[in-house]
Nanobody
Framework: QVQLVESGGGLVQTGASLRLSCVAL????????MGWFRQAPGKEREFAAG????????LYSDSVKGRFTISRDNTKNTVYLQMNNLTPEDTAVYYC?????????????????WGQGTQVTISS
C-alpha cells in the first residue's frame, strides 16, 4: 500500500505561482497513474490534472488547462503540480491520488490512494 504526502501549499496573491509536491512512500511511484484533485469550501471535489505512470500522457480539466502543469520524477517517487497565474477561484485543498492504471482518469472514484491534502489560498 502506498502513502501519499503533499506539500507546497500556502497563501499567495492573484497572479502568483505555486508548485505542489506529492511524495509516495512505501511503493514505487511508477506503479501508479497519478492525479491532482481539489476541493473548495462548500464545493465537491474536482479533478485538476492527471499523469500516466511514466509521464507520457497528461490530462487536465478545462479550468486549469494552460495554467497548471503536472509532472513526475519516478526516481524521486514524486509528482508535481506547477500552478501559474493563480486566481481566487483556485483556492482549495489540493489532494494527490494514485490509481493502478496505465493512464490517468478524471474520476475520483477510480483512485484507490489519497494524500491528506495541502491548502492553497489565493488572495485578491
Amino acid at each position: 500500500q502506498v502513502q501519499l504526502v503533499e506539500s507546497g501549499g500556502g497563501l499567495v496573491q492573484t497572479g502568483a505561482s505555486l508548485r505542489l509536491s506529492c511524495v509516495a512512500l512505501g511503493r514505487t511511484l511508477s506503479t501508479y497513474s497519478m492525479g491532482w484533485f481539489r476541493q473548495a469550501p462548500g464545493k465537491e471535489r474536482e479533478f485538476a490534472a492527471g499523469i500516466s505512470r511514466y509521464g507520457f500522457t497528461t490530462l487536465y480539466s478545462d479550468s486549469v488547462k494552460g495554467r497548471f502543469t503536472i509532472s513526475r520524477d519516478n526516481t524521486k517517487n514524486t509528482v508535481y503540480l506547477q500552478m501559474n497565474n493563480l486566481t481566487p477561484e483556485d483556492t482549495a485543498v489540493y489532494y494527490c491520488a494514485a490509481q493502478q492504471r496505465g493512464t490517468p482518469t478524471s474520476m475520483g472514484a477510480e483512485y484507490a490512494y489519497w494524500g491528506q491534502g495541502t491548502q492553497v489560498t489565493i488572495s485578491s
